[in-house]
């Protein structure tokens, strides 16, 4: 066993990396002490425990700021790609409405030209039936 602010027993589990120190709480000694912790340095063992560690610590936090510059591109690529479908869609939105307010425009027209001719087919149909005939067909 070892005492609050002490090292870990012969034979116990390696001490912790520097920079921390042993603060066993007086329910963690009751527990058996470092044994109780179950070998959470297990990982450091076989060396110089501080020195493997901070090797560990520091490849790791290298592999998670590869992955973070990674999904940060990614995310970069999405938002400008995000942006470039956002313009498209306002430009489609534009042409959809012209393209609605022509068919109107036309399908107004068409509707009046449709109007005007039946009315000279009826007036035509009225004239022959008079007896005068249309002034074309002579």
Avoid: H
């Avoid at 490849?59 to 995000?82: F, N, S």
């Avoid at 313009?87 to 036309?106: A, K, M, P």
């Amino acid at each position: 066993m070892r005492a609050a602010g002490g090292s870990p027993s012969a034979g116990g589990s390696p001490a912790p990396p520097p920079g921390l120190a042993w603060t066993a709480s007086p329910r963690l000694m009751r527990a058996g002490g470092a044994e109780a912790l179950g070998g959470i340095y297990d990982e450091f063992e076989g060396g110089d425990a501080g020195a493997e560690g901070s090797a560990v610590l520091r490849e790791r936090a290298a592999k998670l700021q590869r992955r973070c510059d990674v999904q940060g591109r990614r995310l970069l690529e999405l938002e400008e790609r995000a942006a470039a479908l956002e313009r498209e869609n306002g430009e489609l939105r534009r042409d959809r409405e012209t393209l609605v307010r022509n068919i109107s425009v036309l399908y107004k027209t068409a509707v009046e030209e449709i109007g005007r001719l039946r009315k000279r087919l009826t007036d035509e149909m009225v004239g022959a039936a008079r007896g005068g005939g249309s002034s074309r067909g002579r």
